[in-house]
């Protein structure tokens, strides 16, 4: 006699599952119904941070038929089943990161008082350095491109020449230094090396208006300069009911002015320790933080170590660092049931179809990841000793990662979104430092450790605003952030741009920041 296992229950929920007044039955093979016992009638949920959404599931007549329904959808209700345990079981628990003090300068660390002094910075440049560019620049050896392949094959070569040709005849690194310094530079000392910030403070505060701190966090290839057109609108907003922020932009330690560790071992959780040391001296108690690229990390991790400090936390890009369950689903389920996941018709186009999109697409543009998590050292030698070849290099990125059709075009689509001053500006910025070795081995010390570290499988528990931007390298639904970032408040699809955000598009920015951060100080 062939028993059939029936679940009389409707399966519904606005924001997750509700199991609840289940009644168990086992059918003949003829429909004859033997006698039914009722489970527990206490109510279950997945948590609403799950971020998962259920409609009603009508798979026969008078509830769940499993006998009667189709293949996919009993494997749809197996794993359904299989995510509502694991949620039960693996309740959110807050955990928070801990992390030792480190020294990163030379040496052992010094006796005596550590020193918390700040001091003034001012970039600078000379003849010298301009003639030691210039000559380098002239000597420089082109190679030709393949014909009709654009920049498939990485940047080319004859649109670099013409860049290269303004770098060396028009542009001028006297007037974009002067135009670095219009904001305030800083050092100070933290764990043994001098860590570089730009902090600007609001010139006209309105009075009984307390300005409201905020710190950003730059990646690579990019720095500081990334969020220069994006500070005014925060310190000096146009609109009288938005916020005034006092807004501080770091150089992670190894990029920028900010020196490099000394020793093997500095990773995102250390500048993370690092960022909360300098808002400490700075005289911060809390603040909020924003993110991309590497600052995704670096300020989540801020998160992490110290939750209770960070006000909220602002990012543009947070791809799952470890895939849970919930991500392994969508990705498994997504196109046949979308809104099973909250899936919109840009989430299905950017993940779907799964092998082109996720893994060749990530395989196309991870190459340089792969060098500078395992030999940084080795490619970083050539790069620092080439202006020519760090540029194409280093705004390769800046075409590929704004749009990625932009390899389709002759110039790299660059200024289409930059300007060649502001794209050369941030080149310079690597050349005189000469930080691109030591920024490259970020990737190094972060990968080194494995991916199975702490913080990558440890939820944030602080009010977190995410802007999706429609061409980020790694494009990430609502859900996908929900898993990591547990309070979720703000989710904002936005019109257009892509890798290099605040840098692209400032003033969409710098308005996402500015709902978020207005929404989380109405609830205080």
Avoid at 140 to 154: A, C, H, K, V
Avoid at 320 to 337: D, H
Wanted: net charge neutral; hydrophobic share 35%; aromatic share 12%.
């Amino acid at each position: 006699m062939l028993l059939t296992w029936r679940i009389r229950n409707q399966v519904s929920s606005i924001h997750g599952i509700s199991i609840c007044n289940v009644r168990e039955c086992l059918t003949t093979e003829r429909g004859q119904n033997l006698p039914c016992f009722e489970s527990s009638r206490q109510e279950r949920h997945f948590p609403r941070n799950t971020g998962l959404y259920f409609d009603t599931i009508n798979c026969g007549e008078g509830g769940i038929d499993i006998a009667s329904c189709g293949t996919a959808t009993k494997v749809l209700l197996a794993l359904v089943v299989g995510g509502v345990i694991y949620f039960l079981v693996q309740r959110s628990k807050r955990h928070q990161l801990k992390s030792e003090d480190g020294w990163w300068g030379e040496g052992t660390p010094m006796d005596g008082e550590e020193d918390l002094s700040i001091r003034p910075y001012t970039v600078r440049t000379d003849d010298e350095e301009l003639e030691d560019l210039y000559r380098r620049i002239d000597q420089t050896r082109s190679f030709p491109s393949l014909e009709d392949s654009q920049f498939n094959y990485g940047f080319n070569s004859h649109y670099l020449q013409k860049v290269v040709t303004y770098w060396r005849r028009d542009f001028d690194w006297r007037r974009q230094v002067e135009k670095l310094n219009k904001f305030p530079h800083y050092k100070t000392n933290i764990e043994g090396i001098d860590v570089h910030y730009v902090h600007v403070r609001p010139k006209n505060l309105p009075e009984g208006v307390t300005a409201v701190p905020l710190l950003m966090v730059h990646g690579w290839p990019g720095s500081f300069y990334e969020f220069y057109r994006m500070i005014p609108l925060l310190t000096e907003p146009s609109n009288p009911d938005d916020i005034v922020f006092e807004v501080v932009c770091p150089s992670i330690p190894g990029y920028g002015f900010s020196e490099a560790p000394h020793k093997k071992g500095f990773d995102s959780v250390c500048a993370a320790r690092v960022f909360h040391k300098l808002m400490k001296r700075l005289g911060f108690q809390q603040f909020y933080a924003h993110g991309g690229d590497w600052g995704w990390i670096v300020t989540t991790n801020m998160a992490q170590l110290e939750p209770k400090i960070i006000k909220g936390l602002h990012l543009n890009f947070a791809p799952p660092s470890k895939p849970g369950l919930p991500v392994v689903l969508s990705i498994m389920l997504g196109r046949s049931f979308p809104k099973l996941f909250g899936f919109n018709e840009h989430d299905i186009q950017r993940i779907y179809p799964v092998v082109q999109n996720l893994v060749v697409e990530s395989v196309k543009e991870s190459g340089y990841m792969h060098i500078q998590a395992t030999k940084p050292d080795t490619v970083g030698r050539g790069l620092n000793d080439s202006p020519v070849g760090l540029a194409a290099y280093i705004l390769e990125k800046f075409s590929t990662w704004t749009d990625h059709d932009f390899r389709n075009l002759d110039d790299g689509g660059l200024t289409r979104k930059f300007s060649l001053d502001d794209l050369l500006t941030n080149v310079m910025i690597y050349w005189t430092s000469g930080c691109i070795i030591s920024s490259m081995r970020f990737y190094k010390e972060n990968f080194s450790k494995g991916l199975d570290q702490p913080h990558s499988t440890m939820p944030v528990h602080v009010p977190t605003g995410f802007a999706c931007f429609p061409n980020e390298l790694m494009h990430t639904p609502k859900l996908w952030v929900q898993q990591k970032y547990r309070e979720l408040k703000t989710f904002t699809p936005m019109a257009r741009g892509g890798h290099f955000a605040a840098m692209e598009e400032p003033e969409l920015m710098a308005q996402d920041i500015q709902n978020f951060t207005k929404m989380q100080e109405k609830m205080k």
